[in-house]
């Protein structure tokens, strides 16, 4: 029997998606994702660069640690293998404008800049409490000319082990090297010229290289996670300006080690409530997982229900500051449930029923093959929004006052109890 409020495929696609696969070239072993590569990180390994937020946990935590197995690429795992970018404190973001002989840059570079600046540094500020200090800077303030032309580097999909890309990212390091030192930045970001490549709505080239140890060397660091934005993402829907932006976010996940969130179906699986899910259209935050996986959260912050018993909590929108943000009931030593409470503020925009949101993550499946499952408490409704390029089925899935989720077979059953004044929502847990 499966848990009430089961999530289904949907019966139609958002807009076009990428697909997502596995693949090796050579020494590289990279993952392909719709809008991201990863590099898959052998055990015990690490690159250059100060790694991962540690997480903040106690004793408490350690039944809710869940992790996957070695050759998961980007595991939703507690904590975050080593060799990203770290999540906290000052980030320096190196960006680049770059462009070639047969797509020069259109307009200034510094116009393409302002396409992703400072919404981006603000969306990372708004999404971390403030624990991101997210810095984009760049050197390089004109059009970076790359050593071939676009067509010579052959780049038809955005995927890492693309060898196009490999020479690419290879260009690009000797182009910049004397004109930036490497050893200053904790990530690299890279606006591609729009008019390189078909539009995005036809092909997505954009890709994340994350954790790359065969990344090429610059200034004696390698330049082991960097973010490529392609085309503008416009839709005809005329939101581009307050929109296009959020690609570069999503991006910047991979970088701090989180994994896509999307499927095949295109977003059938979380839907619109965290930007590795969807990250066209209105604007959308990152579930409190990954909040905690990213150290935004504090151990007080995140609950562990891994005894028998009934226990009640109440959680605090995610979106403000403080409070209890997150219940993981743990299922197995790779998967459990997850709690937390979702409302129309901060960076969720598109929320149209406040409520408690509860899905199951998975740290043994890969990224970009559904690591996270939300449960839909409304199933077939069709959702409660129309917003342009938003999941609607799901948009109604959270749970409100006196509903119950049940799953009979792992002996779990979770009620939202009530709601006070200050929008802090009661929960009662129960696992047998």
């Not at 903040?56 to 507690?78: F, K, L, N, W, Y």
């Not at 562990?304 to 995610?318: F, I, K, N, Q, R």
């Not at 043994?364 to 690591?371: A, E, I, L, N, S």
Request: charged share 25%; net charge negative.
């Amino acid at each position: 029997m499966q848990p009430h409020g089961q999530v289904q495929p949907p019966s139609r696609r958002i807009r076009p998606r990428r697909l997502t696969a596995a693949g090796t070239v050579a020494v590289l072993t990279l993952a392909l994702s719709t809008s991201a590569g990863t590099g898959r990180l052998a055990p015990g390994t690490s690159t250059a660069g100060p790694g991962p937020a540690a997480l903040s946990r106690t004793s408490a935590h350690g039944p809710c640690m869940i992790s996957g197995g070695s050759e998961i690429q980007m595991s939703e795992g507690v904590p975050t293998s080593s060799g990203y970018a770290r999540s906290t404190g000052t980030v320096r973001a190196l960006t680049l404008m770059i462009d070639f002989s047969d797509a020069p840059g259109e307009g200034k570079a510094l116009d393409r800049y302002a396409e992703f600046f400072p919404k981006t540094e603000e969306w990372f500020r708004t999404s971390s409490y403030g624990r991101l200090d997210y810095r984009p800077e760049t050197p390089i303030r004109d059009w970076l000319r790359m050593p071939k032309s676009f067509a010579e580097y052959g780049i038809e999909r955005g995927a890492p082990f693309e060898p196009g890309y490999r020479k690419l990212v290879q260009d690009l390091v000797a182009a910049a090297d004397p004109k930036v030192d490497f050893r200053s930045y904790d990530l690299v970001n890279v606006l591609v010229t729009p008019n390189a490549g078909p539009s995005a709505l036809d092909t997505v080239l954009s890709v994340t290289f994350a954790g790359n140890q065969e990344a090429p060397v610059a200034d004696g660091v390698p330049v082991a996670n960097a973010s490529f934005v392609y085309s503008r993402q416009d839709d005809g829907s005329g939101s581009y300006d307050e929109t296009g932006y959020r690609v570069l976010p999503h991006e910047n996940g991979h970088v701090f080690g989180l994994p896509d969130l999307y499927t095949q179906e295109g977003g059938g699986a979380v839907g619109h409530w965290d930007i590795m899910s969807e990250d066209w259209g209105a604007n959308n935050d990152l579930l409190g997982w990954h909040k905690w996986k990213l150290g935004w959260l504090d151990r007080t912050q995140v609950h562990c229900a891994s005894a028998p018993g009934t226990t009640e909590y109440t959680l605090t929108p995610l979106a403000r500051k403080g409070g209890d943000k997150l219940v993981v009931l743990p299922l197995s030593g790779t998967s459990g449930y997850a709690v937390e409470l979702r409302t129309r503020e901060g960076n969720d925009e598109t929320v149209c029923r406040p409520g408690v949101l509860i899905y199951k993550v998975d740290a043994d499946v890969d990224t970009g093959m559904g690591p996270v499952r939300v449960y839909d408490s409304e199933r077939d409704s069709g959702g409660c929004t129309r917003s342009p390029n938003v999941h609607a089925e799901l948009s109604d899935a959270t749970f409100t006052e006196g509903e119950t989720f049940k799953d009979p077979r792992k002996g779990v059953t979770i009620k939202v109890t009530g709601k006070d004044g200050t929008g802090d929502v009661g929960i009662r847990v129960t696992r047998k």
